[in-house]
């Protein structure tokens, strides 16, 4: 499973390239409104980061809006996916922007029914939302493993992204049903890194490895 950063703050996404686990990165509205720059500024930054694939977010909610909007934020770069809300209008545009060769990452799916219709619409990526789904007391791990079932089932091309993932339990949970990608925000990646026992290692090492100096 391949780890994407979600956030659309380029400081982290710098830190997170320098740890090199990261390989792709999303975005979306509010996560481009919490920062102070204007988000046409932050996406070139973010592709020059990291080189893989960037989800950046229409606003547009009709066809003709989002065929543009999609055009243009792909233009930016070509690592830019764009990410489009599964809706009637939505998928129509998917299928019109994945004919031109254009990736999309379709986004706020919570069915495996919505999963389907974005993969035959010509889905690149599919952004199942677990946090969002366990907050109101569905399981996100579940529609992730029956999604990836799915495609895996009729063979289909999309890649599915777990998404909404809240905290470091989170992310083995969906590697172990399949989720090709987890994209995770910069607190949950800290604290994958974290474990007591390599705190402890560390600090025995280093303090064994001192007292050898003094000899
Ligand atoms: O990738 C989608 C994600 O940003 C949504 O997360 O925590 O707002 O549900 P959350």
Redesign the pocket.
């Known amino acids: 499973m391949k780890l994407y950063l979600?956030?659309a703050n380029v400081e982290e996404i710098r830190t997170a390239a320098k740890w090199g686990v990261i390989c792709g990165v999303?975005?979306?509205p509010?996560?481009a409104a919490k920062e102070d720059q204007d988000f046409g500024k932050i996406l070139p930054s973010i592709c020059d980061m990291v080189d893989g694939p960037i989800?950046a977010e229409v606003i547009a909610m009709d066809y003709e809006g989002i065929v543009r909007e999609a055009r243009e934020l792909a233009g930016v770069h070509k690592n830019v996916v764009v990410k489009i809300p599964v809706m009637p209008e939505g998928l129509g545009a998917v299928r019109t922007l994945s004919a031109e060769g254009i990736r999309v990452n379709v986004?706020?799916v919570f069915s495996v029914n919505q999963a389907l219709l974005a993969a035959r619409a010509g889905a690149a990526f599919i952004?199942p939302?677990?946090?969002?789904l366990d907050?109101i007391g569905q399981s996100g791990v579940e529609l992730v493993r029956d999604i990836v079932d799915m495609i895996d089932l009729h063979d289909l091309d999309a890649e599915v992204?777990a998404?909404?993932?809240?905290h470091p339990e989170h992310v083995p949970a969906v590697a172990l049903v399949g989720a090709h990608i987890a994209?995770v925000?910069f607190k949950v990646l800290e604290q994958m890194f974290k474990h007591p026992l390599t705190d402890l290692g560390i600090e025995k090492f280093v303090s064994d490895w001192k007292k050898t100096q003094g000899k």
């Not at 939302?129 to 969002?132: I, M």
């Not at 998404?163 to 809240?166: G, M, P």
């Open positions: 979600d956030t999303t975005t979306n509010s996560l989800s986004t706020l952004s939302f677990l946090g969002r907050d992204i998404a909404s993932i809240r994209t925000p």
